[in-house]
């Protein structure tokens, strides 16, 4: 069918007809071949201007739009949703913006600035004629969720969901619920039981509604929709986004009064603590269990499987494992626990006297290189917790803690370092050496140089506790593998984007909350749990899931055995399958999102995408680049849609000044460009050319930018055989707030164009 194009110019109320002849370019626009409606406005974003391009849609039987808007972003929403009640599928409307890319940024330069309008109307109709109608898919989605872990999260995820009508399945691998809560006795810094969740606000016979619950006491179990699965584990997954099919393996004991759940299981931590009196009565030999299996067919998962304790036995100098006075900080909540092994008695495990002398250390395994680089965020704050418990109890016992720094970062956490201080807790700053046995004295020596007397202390101790680092849960390997999603560099659940998608996975219908994601507070793990609860129940309220095909399609005639695009895939959209004489690579359209890296990638050309072809870019390029006999230099610009163009956009925005044979060619990520791009650019009349990408550390692909930078490297060592200058190539990264930086480089590009001369096109 023969494209018929309408140009719709806005003059943006008058702002820009001053630098830019609007009549000029409508006489322009008429003569591109294509156009067969050229139509100038004030606007065309508002009620009166998308009623203009409707009218104009049905009346002239335009298939094709190309629109110079205010703000290209809010405005592509508006004229989309016009152009499809018109009956236009709304990715056959291009929109640019003459005001933010041309007149303002050009405002002393008029007849340049009018040079490129034209050849930005050019591209944008050359761009428009080229593209296809983009449909939306439409996935059915299970209104029931899989939480997997039941700490304090799994518990706070668990009962908004249910709350909210979702039918939940709650699978912990241990055989009670709680977590670290349930051995932490205390939270700070409010010194309140740690198994306190979130009253239940649905409606519980002899349930009160408080602020909050214990456990026990919050009827957790008999919330509708709520299944809980303790000694359980999830052993495999099928499907995908809206339809999982979980299969889980539950472990069974025999039935013992007063639990929660009430079951009988082996305590370690009771058998390595408790009296001899108890451990009388403590069962002996392998309790007997059996093992089911079922499958759980749900619409989303949500990971809270929270962390654990770094085992310090392998940090040899600190004695733990070798000698019994050297404990954990877990393991001295367990005997400060009125119902632990001893009762909430403070002893010494080696002879069970009470230890007058306690050193803690901290930073144990954590802010290590050897184990773990990270800070675990909460170590000090326990410290600082057990020592409180112990001062309260036993005031006359002298308490020491090592320390690298002390990070109270919390609301009221500096109080209570405060009241520990006052309390009498001393504080040695450094970080012990070793620690030894005097055998004559009979008690260990924590050898620390302080810091702040510069000099090396011995430190007697009846009692050592170590606050260890806090690394994954078990099994966290393990899970992500099964789940396909992905671990950051300390071995926890990658969120999509810390800063503002802290609870989301790059695959929909997968959520992480809690110490899945790090080690967190109370406080910080219910915020985590309220929004993945959130996210969930807004994915799965409609019963269906909506994606458009902006998605890479394969041709597989042309594709050939190389592999390489479900490597370099963010989102594990691509697989291989066998062909009858060759494999080549499938699009999972759910889980792609259109970024164009494997296009970037694939040696063979035999990807491609449906929102941004290859034929789209390269017409841009050519209408961008043409001369019209002009003498001046063209410096060519691929910005990335997002970080880069951003930058782009707010240079315009504040009206800052750069040259106006800059010409843009918008990408979706200059992870899709290959070195031919910038090759072809040369060819077609560019002097130079520069890529503008998100930060390497921020790229919304993830490796987008990155996998750029080396192409780029590439290309420029191509450049160097032909005989051109690689310094004609360059990338940089900008965010929005950079707009200013864009404008300089963009001037430094053009100035060096012009030192190095006109280009001879010799690139083939």
Request: aromatic share 8%.
């Amino acid at each position: 069918m023969k494209t018929r194009v309408g140009v719709f110019l806005s003059d943006c109320n008058g702002e820009i007809s001053g630098i830019l002849n609007f009549g000029e370019l409508t006489s322009f626009a008429e003569k591109i071949p294509g156009v067969v409606y050229v139509r100038q406005n004030n606007e065309f974003c508002q009620e009166e201007g998308l009623k203009i391009i409707k009218d104009a849609i049905r009346e002239k039987g335009l298939n094709r739009v190309v629109v110079s808007a205010d703000e290209p972003v809010t405005c592509m929403v508006r004229i989309g949703k016009a152009v499809q009640e018109a009956g236009l599928n709304p990715y056959l409307a291009e929109v640019i913006t003459l005001r933010e890319h041309c007149a303002r940024p050009h405002q002393n330069e008029p007849e340049k600035a009018a040079r490129k309008a034209k050849a930005m109307l050019v591209a944008a109709v050359e761009k428009a004629k080229l593209s296809e109608p983009i449909d939306v898919l439409k996935y059915p989605v299970r209104k029931s969720s899989l939480v997997i872990g039941g700490g304090i999260a799994g518990i706070q995820v668990s009962m908004s969901l249910a709350e909210m009508g979702f039918p939940v399945h709650l699978v912990e691998r241990e055989p009670f619920l709680g977590g670290i809560a349930a051995r932490a006795v205390k939270f700070f810094p409010t010194d309140d039981c740690a198994l306190c969740i979130g009253a239940p606000s649905c409606d519980l016979n002899g349930i009160t509604k408080t602020s909050r619950k214990c456990l026990y006491r919050s009827g957790f179990s008999e919330i509708p929709n709520v299944n809980v699965l303790t000694n359980a584990r999830v052993v495999g997954v099928k499907g995908g986004p809206g339809d999982y099919q979980v299969t889980v393996e539950k472990k069974m004991y025999p039935r013992f009064p007063h639990d929660y759940p009430s079951i009988r299981v082996v305590d370690e931590q009771f058998r390595k603590f408790a009296t001899e009196e108890a451990s009388k009565t403590y069962p002996t030999g392998q309790v007997q269990t059996k093992s089911e299996t079922m499958t759980l067919d749900v619409g989303t998962i949500i990971v809270a499987t929270g962390f654990e304790e770094f085992n310090p036995s392998v940090v040899e100098e600190y004695q733990y494992g070798m000698h019994p006075d050297v404990i954990t900080q877990l393991e001295l909540a367990r005997i400060l626990d009125p119902f632990g092994p001893t009762g909430g008695s403070l002893i010494r495990p080696s002879d069970r006297g009470q230890p007058k002398k306690i050193v803690m250390v901290q930073c144990v395994g954590s802010r290590d290189a050897r184990w773990n680089a990270y800070c675990s965020s909460i170590c000090c704050m326990i410290a600082l917790k057990h020592a409180l418990i112990i001062k309260e109890k036993y005031p006359d016992t002298d308490i020491q803690i090592c320390y690298i720094d002390i990070r109270s970062w919390g609301r009221g956490h500096e109080d209570y370092y405060e009241r520990a201080r006052e309390a009498g807790v001393k504080f040695v700053k450094g970080r012990p050496t070793e620690i030894f046995e005097d055998t004559e004295m009979k008690k260990l020596i924590v050898d620390v140089e302080d810091a702040l007397l510069g000099k090396f202390v011995e430190l007697p101790a009846d009692l050592v506790v170590l606050s260890t680092a806090f690394v994954p849960a078990k099994g966290t390997m393990e899970l992500a593998k099964m789940l396909g999603l992905e671990l950051d560099g300390d071995g926890f659940f990658k969120e999509y984007n810390a800063k503002v998608r802290p609870t989301e996975t790059k695959l929909r219908g997968i959520y992480i909350c809690g110490g899945a994601t790090f080690p967190k507070d109370s406080p910080t793990t219910a915020l985590h749990a309220g929004s993945a609860a959130l996210k969930a129940a807004k994915f799965m309220a409609s019963g269906e899931f909506v994606k458009d095909r902006r998605t890479a399609v394969i041709d597989t005639e042309l594709c050939g055995d190389c592999e390489f695009c479900p490597v370099t895939c963010p989102y594990g959209a691509i697989t291989m399958e066998k062909l009858e004489n060759h494999i080549v690579a499938r699009i999972d359209e759910l889980k792609c999102e259109g970024c164009g890296i494997c296009v970037g990638t694939c040696p063979l050309n035999a990807i491609d995408l449906r929102h941004a072809k290859e034929s789209q870019i390269l017409a841009q390029v050519e209408a961008l680049t043409k001369k019209d006999g002009s003498m001046e230099q063209i410096v060519l610009a691929y910005c990335c849609a997002e970080c880069g163009g951003t930058a782009l956009d707010s240079a315009g925005t504040d009206s800052m000044e750069y040259p106006a044979n800059v010409r843009v060619v918008k990408v979706p990520c200059t992870g899709v460009l290959k070195i031919h791009h910038f090759l072809e650019a040369f060819n077609m009349g560019a002097d130079a050319v520069m890529v503008i990408g998100c930060k390497p550390d921020g790229c919304h692909y993830e490796e987008g930018s990155t996998r750029a930078k080396r192409k780029i490297e590439l290309a420029k060592k191509l450049l160097e055989s032909f005989g051109i200058e690689p310094s004609r190539l360059e990338m940089f990264h900008n965010v929005y707030v950079e707009g200013k930086e864009f404008a300089e480089e963009a001037r430094m590009m053009n100035e060096r164009a012009a030192v190095l001369g006109p280009l001879r096109r010799e690139i083939v």
